[in-house]
Nanobody, 120 residues
């Protein structure tokens, strides 16, 4: 598994962005995939995770109702749709793959992050 997150950028508060996570080796179709973020000076924070078939999705309370995780098996991609963005969502966002098909509480494979900046 070799992951790459993309789609970050600068957006105004209230705006939207969609992040993508792809696996260059096309091997994570059987793995749960998650999103995490790390703001400057803060610890890394879990954002959410999706199971291998998309039948179980978990979100952090801080993003519930604003963020949506989905996956497209045909494109070998996992997405993080972020709506109604707030300045406190500013962070480097990472995607990661679990070693199992359902989120186990930890991730084994990590990709490089993508920076999201939300201006007020």
């Amino acid at each position: 598994v070799q992951l790459q997150a993309s789609g970050g950028g600068l957006v105004q508060a209230g705006g939207s962005l969609r992040l993508s996570c792809t696996d260059s080796r096309r091997t994570f179709s059987n793995n749960a995939v998650g999103w995490l973020r790390q703001a400057p000076g803060k610890e890394r924070e879990f954002v959410g995770a999706i199971s291998w078939r998309g039948d179980r999705i978990t979100y952090a309370d801080s993003v519930k109702g604003r963020f949506t995780i989905s996956r497209d098996i045909t494109k070998n991609a996992v997405y993080l749709q972020m709506d109604n963005l707030k300045p406190e969502d500013t962070a480097v966002y990472y995607c990661a793959a679990d070693r199992t098909s359902y989120y186990s509480g930890s991730f084994r494979y990590w990709g490089q992050g993508t920076l999201v900046t939300v201006s007020s």
